[in-house]
């Protein structure tokens, strides 16, 4: 702000360029900002009050301090819940890889890869709760998951019971919640690749290389942006995983994730002020989880970058020395 | 400098926007919880807004002149209004059967249109619209604390005058004054299929936990049907295993209003197959047993009415409301029986009664919408039927009774007491201290008593141990007075 502006008065300000400018941008930016002021930062400044209250919907409350955070470090099922979160986050693990070498097969031409795409997507557009209903009668004993099995061969009797058996049934729902969103995140990853320019490739096979070199060389560094975010969306998400563990077995039996917990004692038991703790606490870890991917990412990339030099100081070590046993060679004939 | 101070200006006012707007939209007992988190200063705040809703409740408890039993149904009949219902039967809704009650409600009382709507997932959402105030005139009552009542709900009665028309008006009553009519009453009991028990060879209805066990041991030699079908996935019919409490499990009818709370050691082994020891024994033995179904996680409430019906399940522990569903699911209405829990405390079999969902009415809505929502309940109560129709025990005093509970001539039946003055949120209390729940959704303990005796991961006693140990960590956080 000069001096020499603040001078003229602020109608005057407000009919100049600079003002028009900013009456624009300010008009155009409070609605959206409104929105999420109303609808995001309040309730969460709201549910940050909360954990430090003992309280229920109705009634009274009573501040409590920190003790709603201890007792989620206390409780077992509160923070012991998150050890379920491992199964996910090994389930995104395999969702990832597949969704990367679909996406890496069906950016080349492939017959009927649309249809295939398409088949691989459609998952994602069911409703959550539907795929619940779905999968729940698929696990059912003897029914579509069991009778498929059988078809190739497997007694039933020597299979287990998928929902039943605690030392499988989270790898039942683990197994829903992969069929979901690989077909997602590939759609992502094929646009990603995509993007790549097609002359690199052409370059690539000149140089005689093999096509996991590509994927290496060209693909992978090329689609980080995406990579990462897709890491970030399906580890945040095996955090915060709610619909398979809460509509197939109402979190019972071994399933109970943090979330369906949280919603057990936010709804049930109506300790709001506990729940509210939880959410808080799941967000911090979310934070921690994201920059410590983001470091991970920083440093398995910056290898990949390197590699690239690296190649070529070989290359060119490489051809330093034939052209030096070539002039050996020529020494000696000559 | 004045584009600074223009954006700060602009900033300040949207937030004042938003806070009104939000302010507005809340009702009037939101509204001081509202302002309170708003702002920093906390724990004066806090019993303000305490002492704002209890002066709140204190006049409304005064207020209004409109009683049920002094309501005449004769002298409205030309009375205009247009009132909204909103009840968690939602199968009633799409079937017609509300449709036909307010048809034949209408002919007598033309002038009063009754828009309904049945929600789905009730307990939840209901709760949910109540906190927006926006929600109709008469509702069923969710799981709210006694001492809210008068916030959201008009009195209907005193207790005194109301309790000696109808039964069960005692649960949603609060200083006296009754907020709520049930709309119909279940005994409860165990559903069974009389076509299963006759091929099992069981003459006589099982009166004792161990006979129970012994009957479906029967079952399971005798025939293909699945003994106890527990509906473990279905999670709230787990659940209603604690309806058994106090009346069935020690003929006391002050038991669990009254005494719970204050019991050291409720899930002790009386030693007489009686109490909440041997009411949850029956599922820990049955699942240990393999009295139940093969795969438990997989179960389907809908799909197992038409099982019961077709004799493919010998018994289901559940309240009289799921007989009329039972019935009508398959062609073998006539298999379908309902038999007291097979319980006796000292010689006698004992039956508790209670009202379901109660219906209410808005404490805000306009002075003529009450009166038409309370004619419209009076006559929801005393000539539609409903209660009758859906196999429920009667709400009216000397009403009659469905022909299914003829297997209860001789059981006392009983209904539970209220809670001493300054205790009626105690139970809740407890209950959420320890989560477990007892007859307000602790269906995951109950589940967990499956899971173990299907698994054996865990003995009996153990879990009744841990019970005791987190009611009794309860009464110490509350300070409850403990009696052994």
Redesign the interface.
């Known amino acids: 702000?000069s001096k020499t502006r603040?001078r003229r008065s602020?109608g005057e300000?407000l009919r100049s360029r600079d003002g028009q400018k900013?009456l624009v941008i300010?008009a155009f930016m409070?609605i959206p900002?409104?929105l999420l002021?109303?609808f995001t930062y309040?309730p969460f400044g709201?549910m940050f009050?909360?954990s430090?209250?003992k309280m229920?919907?109705?009634?009274?409350?009573?501040?409590v301090g920190f003790d709603n955070y201890k007792k989620v470090f206390t409780r077992d099922d509160c923070f012991g819940a998150l050890k379920l979160s491992l199964y996910y986050m090994a389930g995104s693990v395999v969702q990832l890889a597949l969704a990367l070498y679909l996406a890496t097969v069906l950016s080349f031409k492939v017959k009927l890869g649309g249809l295939f795409k398409g088949f691989m997507f459609f998952p994602y557009l069911i409703n959550g709760i539907a795929i619940g209903f779905i999968f729940?009668?698929f696990?059912?004993?003897g029914?579509v998951f069991d009778t498929v099995l059988s078809w190739a061969g497997f007694n039933i009797e020597n299979l287990p019971?998928w929902?039943?058996d605690?030392s499988i049934?989270n790898w039942s729902l683990v197994g829903t919640s992969v069929w979901r969103y690989f077909g997602q995140n590939m759609v992502l990853f094929i646009g990603a690749i995509m993007s790549v320019d097609s002359n690199l490739y052409e370059a690539a096979m000149l140089d005689g290389a093999t096509k996991f070199q590509q994927f290496k060389y060209i693909i992978l560094p090329s689609i980080k942006t995406i990579v990462l975010l897709n890491v970030i969306l399906s580890i945040s998400g095996s955090l915060s995983a709610f619909e398979p563990p809460y509509v197939i077995?109402?979190?019972?039996?071994?399933t109970?994730t943090y979330f369906v917990v949280m919603h057990?004692?936010a709804?049930?038991?109506?300790?709001v002020g506990l729940a509210s703790a939880m959410a808080i606490i799941l967000l911090i870890l979310i934070f921690i989880a994201t920059i410590i991917q983001r470091l991970l990412f920083k440093y398995v990339f910056r290898n990949a970058e390197d590699e690239d030099i690296n190649a070529t100081t070989r290359r060119e070590k490489k051809l330093a020395r034939k052209r030096a046993s070539a002039m050996k060679k020529g020494g000696m004939t000559a | 400098m004045n584009l600074k101070k223009a954006l700060a200006v602009l900033l300040t006012s949207a937030m004042a926007i938003s806070l009104t707007a939000c302010g507005g939209a809340a009702p009037a007992a939101q509204a001081p919880a509202a302002e309170e988190a708003a702002d920093e200063a906390a724990a004066e705040e806090t019993e303000e807004a305490e002492e704002a809703t209890e002066e709140a409740a204190d006049t409304e408890a005064v207020a209004g002149d409109l009683s049920y039993t002094s309501l005449s149904l004769d002298d409205n009949k030309d009375l205009t209004a247009s009132i909204k219902y909103i009840h968690h039967k939602t199968d009633r809704e799409e079937d017609g059967t509300m449709a036909n009650m307010i048809a034949e409600f209408n002919k007598e009382f033309p002038n009063i249109t009754v828009t309904t709507e049945g929600v789905t997932d009730y307990a939840e959402d209901s709760l949910l619209r109540l906190t927006t105030g926006d929600w109709g005139d008469i509702m069923h009552i969710p799981a709210v604390d006694k001492s809210d009542l008068s916030t959201y709900f008009m009195p209907l009665d005193t207790l005194d005058n109301l309790s000696q028309e109808l039964n069960f008006v005692s649960s949603w009553s609060y200083d006296g004054l009754c907020y709520g009519i049930p709309y119909m009453a279940n005994a409860q009991g165990v559903l069974y299929n009389k076509a299963v028990f006759e091929k099992a060879g069981i003459t006589e209805l099982p009166k004792t936990p161990t006979e129970f066990l012994d009957a479906l041991q029967k079952i399971k030699d005798n025939t293909d049907a699945i003994p106890l079908y527990t509906n473990y996935a279905a999670g709230w019919t787990m659940g209603a295993w604690d309806a058994y409490l106090g009346i069935v499990t020690n003929g006391d009818d002050t038991y669990v209003n009254q005494k719970f709370a204050h019991t050291a050691n409720p899930f002790d082994d009386p030693g007489d197959d009686t109490g909440a020891y041997n009411l949850y024994r029956i599922l820990y033995d049955a699942c240990a047993n393999g009295l139940i179904e093969d795969d438990y996680t997989t179960t389907d409430w809908e799909g197992c009415k038409g099982m019961l019906n077709r004799g493919e399940i010998g018994t289901m522990v559940l309240g009289s409301w799921a007989y009329a569903q039972m019935q009508e699911a398959d062609s073998h209405p006539e298999d379908v029986g309902y038999m007291p829990f097979p319980m006796t405390v000292n010689g006698t079999q004992y039956v508790a009664a209670g009202g379901d969902y109660n219906y209410c009415i808005n404490v805000n809505s306009s002075d003529e919408n009450k009166l038409a929502s309370l004619i419209f309940i009076k006559w929801m109560t005393e000539k539609s039927n409903w209660c009758y129709n859906e196999g429920g025990y009667t709400v009216v005093k000397d009403g009659a009774n469905p022909d299914m509970y003829a297997a209860f001539d001789g059981c006392e039946v009983l209904s539970d007491q209220d809670a001493v003055a300054g205790e009626e949120t105690l139970l809740n209390d407890m209950n959420a201290e320890s989560e477990l729940s007892f007859n307000a959704g602790g269906n995951d303990k109950v589940q967990r008593i499956v899971e173990a005796g299907a698994t054996g991961s865990e003995s009996f006693d153990d879990i009744m141990a841990d019970w005791t140990a987190k009611w009794n960590d309860a009464q110490e956080e509350l300070e409850v007075e403990v009696n052994n």
Do not use: S
């Open positions: 702000m603040t602020p300000w900013f300010t409070i900002l409104l002021f109303v309040l709201e009050t909360y430090f209250y229920k919907y109705t009634g009274a409350r009573k501040f729940k009668f696990y059912t004993r029914f019971y929902l039943k605690q049934n077995t109402d979190g019972a039996n071994g109970g057990q004692i709804h049930t038991q109506q300790k």
